[in-house]
Each structure stands twice: as C-alpha cells, then as structure tokens.
C-alpha cells in the first residue's frame, strides 16, 4: 500500500510542477517586454496605413479625392420571381366584409332603446282593445233585449 500512495503522490507533485510552469509561461506571454511592445505598436501602425489606402465605401462617398476611388458600385441583385404570383389562386365568392360586421338587424339597437316605451304602448293597446270589445258586448246584448222586448 505505500508503494501507491507514494507513485500517487509523485503523480500530483508532477501534475504541481506542470501547472506551476503553464501559469509562468501564460504570464509571459501576457506580460510583453518594452523591446517587443515598441515592435507590435510599429507593426500595427504599418498595417493600419496599408489598410486605410484599400478602404472600401459601399454607402458613403468620401470628401477626399483619393479615397473617393474606394467606392465601390453598388450591389446587382438578381431579379427575384415570386413563385407564388405565378400560380393564380382560384377566386372564390367575394363577399362585401362589411356585411359581417352590420348586425343581422339593422334596428336591433333601437328595439333595444325603446323597448320599454313599447312594452307600455302595447298594453295600453291591449286595455283599449279590451274596453272597445266590451262596449261592443254591451251593445249587442241591448240591441237582443230591445229585440226581445218588442
């Protein structure tokens, strides 16, 4: 049993030493030297001119003169064809829309409001009909007794 843990141990202090030369290394890397610094600005400063003289304008147009010969024409785009145009689509019965939306009655609003003002109308209605069938009544039965008393 000690022979593993001591290869386990010589394991992770490989393992220590790995990282510790990993982290070293990434800090130098991170770290650049005065020399390399001054190097990677000049090297940057070229590329950015090299750049600046190959510069494309798609949208704009520049005021100078020599970056005006950067614009580029515009793009070309194929004529585009809509598939579903082509096929005519079979026309069904039009109908006016509106026609939905109207109520099915166009007076249902003023039934609705006067309503009650009916609803009295027709029971005064109903009482006048009532009183003239009565004296109708009255009338006729005079008219058989005058008949019967002659």
């Known amino acids: 049993m000690s022979g593993?843990?001591?290869s386990i141990e010589?394991?992770?202090a490989a393992r220590r030493e790995r990282l510790r030369a990993l982290r070293a290394a990434q800090d130098l890397l991170n770290t650049p030297d005065d020399d390399s610094a001054v190097q990677v600005d000049n090297e940057t400063d070229v590329a950015n001119e090299e750049n600046n003289l190959n510069m494309k304008f798609r949208n704009y147009l520049p005021h100078d003169k020599q970056?005006?010969?950067g614009k580029l024409a515009p793009p070309v785009l194929p004529k585009f064809e809509d598939p579903v145009a082509i096929v005519p689509v079979p026309e069904e019965r039009k109908e006016d829309p509106f026609v939905n939306i109207a109520p099915k009655k166009p007076n249902w609003d003023l039934r609705?409001?006067?309503q009650k003002k009916l609803d009295k109308l027709e029971r005064r209605t109903q009482k006048a009909m009532f009183q003239l069938?009565?004296?109708q009544e009255k009338e006729k039965h005079l008219a058989e007794e005058g008949r019967n008393s002659d």
């Open 112 to 114: 609705r409001d006067l």
């Open 133 to 135: 069938m009565e004296q």
């Open 67 to 69: 970056l005006q010969e």
């Open 4 to 6: 593993e843990e001591e």
């Open 10 to 12: 010589q394991a992770a």
